[in-house]
């Protein structure tokens, strides 16, 4: 089991959804790091999280330290808001080079 | 544009071959990491780089070396390929000495390497 679950795995919305994307962790976390992965591969971060709220443009992340849980909200998709979009945590144990990366949610959203 | 420059961008390999993956970037970053992404699975690094000079091993080494040629490339070298080791791989850098800061992370395209 990994350490860090993303759900759902695959999710598809029509343009204007509001979309939820989960993230759970069973480790001990500082912060946690919501990641998009454009269908061309490159890989940019979108938010550090170590508490409460945080919003840009049309996304938001929450999290719950104590509940071990993230979510990424996108409110208005977009068909470019299409993307894998990725959650990872610090490794407590393996120093400052390590992360733990989720599996990845596939969002496609349609015009 | 400036960033992180992977090359190739595919490649097809049958079991045995060599190859090297050639990762540069041109931000002056100290660190460089080497990641891989598989179905089913989160990224996972090979190894990584804290500065010019040095290199370190990361969670899945095995199958795999690599060098960091000066401050701006780091290749990854596949000696013999093995279809376990069909990928598709990412090079990343990190802006501040030697810590990994996902935050300020820049990613490259990724190659995607199919081993048969």
């Known amino acids: 089991k990994n350490e860090v679950e993303q759900s759902p795995q695959n999710l598809t919305a029509q343009e204007g959804e509001f979309i939820t994307i989960n993230c759970s962790y069973s480790?001990?976390?500082?912060?946690l790091h919501w990641l998009q992965q454009h269908p061309g591969g490159g890989i940019v971060s979108l938010f550090m999280?170590?508490?409460g709220k945080k919003k840009h443009g049309r996304l938001i992340a929450t999290i719950n330290i104590q509940e071990k849980h993230s979510s990424l909200h996108i409110t208005a998709s977009h068909p470019r808001d299409s993307a894998v979009y990725i959650c990872?945590?610090?490794?407590?144990?393996?120093?400052?080079?390590?992360?733990?990366f989720g599996t990845g949610t596939r969002l496609k959203v349609l015009a | 544009n400036a960033g992180v420059t992977q090359t190739p961008k595919f490649q097809v390999l049958k079991t045995g071959q060599s190859m090297t993956l050639q990762c540069a970037q041109d931000?002056?970053?100290?660190?460089m990491y080497w990641y891989r992404q598989d179905p089913g699975m989160g990224l996972r690094l090979i190894y990584y780089?804290?500065?010019?000079?040095?290199?370190d091993k990361g969670e899945v080494p095995n199958g795999y070396n690599v060098s960091r040629l000066n401050k701006r490339e780091f290749s990854l070298r596949l000696e013999s390929a093995a279809p376990s080791q069909t990928s598709v791989y990412f090079c990343?850098?990190?802006?501040?000495?030697?810590?990994?800061?996902?935050?300020?992370?820049?990613f490259g395209q990724g190659t995607r390497l199919t081993v048969v």
């Open positions: 990343a850098s990190s802006v501040l000495g030697t810590v990994f800061r996902l935050m300020e992370a820049f």
């Open positions: 480790v001990g976390i500082s912060a």
């Open positions: 999280l170590s508490s």
């Open positions: 990872a945590a610090p490794s407590p144990t393996s120093g400052t080079y390590k992360y733990i």
């Open positions: 931000m002056n970053h100290n660190s």
């Open positions: 780089s804290a500065s010019e000079g040095t290199t």
